[in-house]
Each structure stands twice: as C-alpha cells, then as structure tokens.
T-cell receptor
C-alpha cells in the first residue's frame, strides 16, 4: 500500500533556530497536510496543500507541495519553546478512497530555551 | 463548537474484559474516523464512516474489534475481549467532505490493558 517516509524522526534544536522536515512517497499524492500533536492531545491541522508546487505559509510555518507530487516539506522559522511536539505529514493518494488519509510516522521536535 | 469529543480520556482494564470507546463528532461533519496510535506503528486507520455507513474497515486488527455509528452524532469502538497488545491511544476524528479538507481529531482515549 501507499506509505509516507517522514524525516527526521526527531530533532533537538535551540530556541530561535529554523527547522525543516520532509515527507516522501513512492507514489503520487494529490493532497498534502501537515499536523502538530501536543502531548496528551490529538493532532491539529497546520497547513493544507492541494496543488503541485504550491507554497503556503501560516505564521512562522511554511510548507510546500513538491513538483513531482511525491514529497512535501515543512519549515518552521525562529523556533520557540511552544513549537515542541510531534509533527505529522499526511496525504491522500490518487486512486485512494475519498476519506482516507495516510500519515507519516512523525517528527518529534524538542526546543531548548 | 466543542470539537470532537471522546470518552473516556483514560481507561485501564484487565485482559479479557470488554472495552467501549465513545466519540461525538463535530455537528455537520459527514466523515468519522477511528485511529490507533502506538510508538511502534504510529497512526493507523482502523475504520471510517461516511454518513454513518462503514466504508473501509480493513484496518480493524481482528474480529475482537468492532465499530458502530448508529447516528450522525455518535460512534463507538468496542474491543472484546481486550488484550495487552491493544494498549494504545485511540483517536476519533471527523471531517466535512473527507480527506482533502483535513480531519479534526479528538483528544484521544489512552487504553491500558493489564
């Protein structure tokens, strides 16, 4: 079945640094979404991407839908302590059922004040 | 809007007991999803419903797991009998229009089977 490879698995950074994480797939996706999960809570949608090449920002977050439709990245600029959490990419593949999103394994972000 | 509401938040049960997890989706949403999250396997889709009808249950681990959605505002996930390997966080999520619009997740139920 379709799978997403998300990297890195974890990151330890200093407050103020920029962060970059990405997801790749062996098959084409037509929608990419990025979520953040705080401890003890469910994932929350950060950014949604619908077109190849699309670059979308949400505050200090920027995400792009890769031209090949097989990858996406998320950048966080000037990290702050509340950025701590697990970030998931998710995608809907072509030919997949309307409802089904596939999730990456997540990138755990730790920010040192 | 109160969001997706799950209960209980935590459940500890003994092996062999029946466990029922509950979910109230966001009013007006036509899709409801049940996910299981573990360290080893990440987020796994168990089953999802569209307009209260189960569409894909291929992720349900085995016959011990069952899910129902009797109406648009309520769904249950039942495990009977429970086993220690079922220990995980179970999330319910809902959406309007399915995957392209993203899902809204509940806060999850942390299940521990001892």
């Amino acid at each position: 079945g379709q799978q997403l490879n998300q990297s890195p698995q974890s990151m330890f950074i200093q407050e103020g640094e920029d962060v970059s994480m990405n997801c790749t797939s062996s098959s084409i996706f037509n929608t990419w979404l990025w979520y953040k999960q705080d401890p003890g809570e469910g994932p929350v949608l950060l950014i949604a991407l619908y077109k190849a090449g699309e670059l979308t920002s949400n505050g200090r977050l920027t995400a792009q839908f890769g031209i090949t439709r097989k990858d996406s990245f998320l950048n966080i600029s000037a990290s702050i302590p509340s950025d701590v959490g697990i970030y998931f990419c998710a995608g809907q593949g072509y030919g997949g059922s309307q409802g089904n999103l596939i999730f990456g394994k997540g990138t755990k972000l730790s920010v040192k004040p | 809007d109160a969001g997706v509401i799950q209960s209980p938040r935590h459940e500890v049960t003994e092996m062999g007991q029946e466990v029922t997890l509950r979910c109230k989706p966001i009013s007006g949403h036509d899709y409801l999803f049940w996910y299981r999250q573990t360290m080893m396997r990440g987020l796994e889709l168990l089953i999802y419903f569209n307009n209260n009808v189960p569409i894909d249950d291929s992720g349900m681990p085995e016959d011990r797991f069952s899910a129902k959605m009797p109406n648009a505002s309520f769904s249950t996930l039942k495990i009977q009998p429970s086993e220690p390997r079922d220990s995980a966080v179970y999330f319910c999520a809902s959406s309007l229009g399915g995957a392209p619009t993203g899902y809204t997740f509940g806060s999850g139920t942390r299940l521990t089977v001892v």
